[in-house]
């Protein structure tokens, strides 16, 4: 993908109709393209550098930045001087930054995007540029090949090999998506494909149907009477950028500042190989074929083929093929049960197949609540009222508000006095749904259980590894989630001391984005993990998988190993705004990439059970601790209510 932001295309990765503000990481690389353009031009080091440290105030801020500006409330960011502050505003209300479109006209993109060679600094870029007319990654691959950086000043021929190496290790490093953005890009391209006559069926495979936590490209597979017209109608879209590939059943195409997208299509009735050929992982299929070849069956996506004496396939008269409709068909040939495409990474799911031990995973309709949400109070989009309405016409029993608490204050944390307010607010609504579930006016999506808004915040764990608020204002939360957002480069011990404080107290029942991470931005806290893991499983205190595609926290493998150390979890959206609290998807993909099953996650617990258990964790805590049995078969050691 282009590196480089086009500002009248910004958002549309995300949702294709509607025009989105420009996210804060949109933002910041905004800045630290000018940033990087003004190097190149050879400008004063301290205006570069300016521009460097308000992108990196942006891309770690915790609020929405753009719609602060747009509500006319921008916060006071350390970095942000009245200059930049001054761009953004462009940027938010117009879309588009004059400042930075004439730097894009003086100092070509191709140029800046020479910063991205490991090793490659602007000084030399704008030398290169000077003295060898050099624009392009391809004009520098070329005179470092025919060596004539050699004759430069301070180059030599150890500068030639260094640029090539730094160039092969770029083009190494392939540019993935967020889950997010993958799922409006298929999406958008199944609705284009839909009527296309004479097709039967059509899906994506690859990794985003195994949900990795980012997508590299994406694979469609379909079926069809009349494929010509399949790869004529996908090859010519609009948001086709190039044409890769183009066969009688396959072709590749490049979207326009997208991925790449293959498309393959299946006999009708065919299915069941070629899904699981391209769903993969590879790993995941190199043990499959392996089976099929020590029964005398060559696996592809064709089929089975029967192998002779020789090892190879029967060829000619003699070739036996056996198709399956379905992928479970497939699976049952092998001897194995349906493997779910989370699973199939070869971390051991093909053992657990044949051992008949394979888990019953948590699936999305398990959910019966989300137990991290904000409002206006504090960083987010809309009313309490209308997050909760949201949740209630979701079908949800329960949705747990947790604004942010008083030491983040750029997020808006809540004083104890507003806090005391809002308390009353959720009580008031709560009488409202309880009356109307009495009367018969509730929406009839309305969960069976009933709705209800509990209280809670996003208690901020300080870098003195202290907590935001008394133990006697926790106590009155129906839901307590910790998690660190300051002081991020602590050391270890401390990090984790401030995570074990957390775990610790009697009245913080989940610890929310443990890792801090943000996807392909902010890197993970440096915890010990073990640590954490023993003492939240001691303790009965939840580890969070945040649903937020930019967090994805705990990660698959971070939750397996959890798990393990008989952890309980919950999966939440951490919305703020009421279409987030779709993040549940998301944050089920990883919970079933980690194997969980229904039971070790709370927010599958009814209303009353989930009360019961964050009730009880005082009463709890001192319990025996439970070791890490290192076994799948781990027994969910805290967390249950009572029975
Ligand atoms: P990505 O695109 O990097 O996020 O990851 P995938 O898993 O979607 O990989 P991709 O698009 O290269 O290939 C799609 C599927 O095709 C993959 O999941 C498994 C299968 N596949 C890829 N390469 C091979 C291969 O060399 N042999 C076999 N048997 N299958 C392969
Ligand atoms: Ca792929
Ligand atoms: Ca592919
Ligand atoms: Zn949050």
């Known amino acids: 993908m282009d590196p480089a932001v086009d500002l009248a295309t910004i958002g549309t990765m995300d949702?294709?109709?509607?025009?989105?503000?420009?996210?804060?990481?949109?933002?910041?690389?905004?800045?630290?393209?000018?940033?990087?353009m003004l190097e190149v031009k050879g400008e004063l080091v301290f205006k570069t550098v300016a521009y460097h440290r308000a992108a990196d105030a942006i891309a770690h801020s915790?609020?929405?930045?753009?719609?602060?500006?747009?509500?006319?409330k921008p916060p006071r960011i350390q970095g942000v001087g009245d200059a930049i502050a001054k761009k953004i505003e462009e940027l938010v209300r117009t879309g588009h930054l004059a400042y930075y479109e004439k730097l894009r006209e003086e100092v070509p993109p191709t140029l800046v995007a020479l910063l991205e060679i490991p090793g490659i600094g602007p000084r030399t870029v704008k030398q290169l540029h000077d003295e060898l007319g050099i624009e392009t990654l391809e004009d520098l691959r070329r005179a470092a090949e025919i060596g004539s950086l050699r004759g430069l000043r301070g180059m030599s021929t150890k500068t030639e090999e260094g640029v090539l190496a730094g160039i092969a290790a770029l083009e190494s490093r392939q540019e993935r998506m967020r889950l997010g953005q993958a799922e409006a890009i298929v999406e958008h391209l199944l609705a284009e494909l839909a009527d296309v006559p004479g097709l039967r069926s059509i899906q994506p495979a690859g990794s985003f149907r195994r949900r990795r936590e980012t997508i590299g490209d994406l694979d469609l597979l379909a079926e069809t009477d009349r494929p010509a017209e399949l790869v004529e109608r996908f090859t010519t879209l609009g948001s086709v950028e190039s044409v890769i590939a183009k066969g009688p059943h396959k072709a590749a195409v490049r979207l326009l500042r997208g991925p790449q997208v293959d498309l393959m299509i299946m006999p009708p009735g065919e299915a069941g190989t070629y899904l699981i050929r391209f769903t993969g992982s590879k790993e995941h299929n190199v043990r499959l074929r392996g089976m099929a070849r020590d029964k005398g069956w060559s696996l592809s996506e064709k089929g089975y083929l029967r192998m002779g004496e020789d090892g190879e396939p029967l060829a000619g008269a003699a070739a036996e093929l056996r198709t399956f409709p379905t992928e479970a068909e497939a699976y049952g040939f092998l001897g194995l049960p349906f493997i779910e495409p989370e699973l199939r990474e070869d971390r051991g799911e093909v053992e657990a197949a044949l051992a008949g031990e394979l888990p019953t995973l948590v699936t999305r309709g398990d959910?019966?609540?989300?137990?991290?949400?904000?409002?206006?109070?504090?960083?987010?989009?809309?009313?309490?009222?209308?997050?909760?309405?949201?949740?209630?016409?979701?079908?949800?029993s329960y949705l747990v508000l947790t604004d942010h608490t008083i030491s983040l204050a750029i997020a808006r944390g809540l004083s104890v006095e507003r806090v005391e307010m809002q308390r009353s607010i959720v009580a008031a609504l709560n009488r409202r749904f309880e009356a109307e579930e009495a009367d018969g006016t509730a929406p009839p999506e309305t969960s069976p259980e009933g709705f209800r808004l509990l209280h809670g915040?996003?208690?901020?764990?300080?870098?003195?590894?202290t907590l935001d608020y008394p133990d006697e204002l926790l106590a009155g939360y129906d839901v307590v989630v910790a998690s660190v957002h300051v002081s991020r480069r602590q050391s270890r011990e401390q990090l984790t001391a401030r995570?074990?404080?957390?775990?610790?107290?009697?009245?913080?029942?989940?610890?929310?984005?443990?890792?801090?991470?943000?996807?392909g931005g902010r890197d993970d806290l440096d915890l010990d993990w073990d640590a954490v893991f023993a003492e939240a499983a001691r303790t009965g205190t939840a580890l969070e998988l945040n649903g937020s595609d930019e967090r994805l926290d705990l990660s698959d493998a971070r939750a397996r190993r959890a798990s393990e150390f008989g952890c309980v979890f919950t999966i939440d959206s951490d919305a703020h705004r009421t279409e987030e609290l779709d993040n549940l998807r998301w944050g089920t993909a990883m919970a079933r990439r980690a194997w969980l099953t229904p039971e070790k996650v709370m927010n599958t617990r009814s209303r009353a059970e989930l009360r019961e258990w964050t009730a009880g964790k005082a009463a709890r805590l001192g319990a025996p601790a439970a070791p890490p049995s290192g076994g799948a078969a781990a027994p969910i050691?805290?967390?249950r209510p009572a029975t």
């Open 457 to 465: 915040c996003e208690l901020e764990i300080r870098a003195d590894a």
């Open 15 to 36: 949702a294709p109709e509607k025009p989105t503000l420009p996210s804060n990481g949109e933002l910041a690389r905004i800045f630290h393209e000018i940033g990087d």
């Open 499 to 519: 995570a074990l404080a957390g775990i610790r107290n009697p009245n913080v029942d989940i610890i929310a984005h443990p890792a801090g991470r943000n996807i």
């Open 637 to 639: 050691s805290a967390g």
């Open 62 to 72: 915790p609020v929405e930045i753009s719609r602060t500006y747009l509500e006319g």
């Open 367 to 396: 959910l019966r609540g989300d137990c991290h949400s904000h409002s206006d109070w504090s960083d987010g989009v809309h009313t309490i009222e209308q997050m909760a309405e949201s949740a209630r016409r979701r079908g949800y």
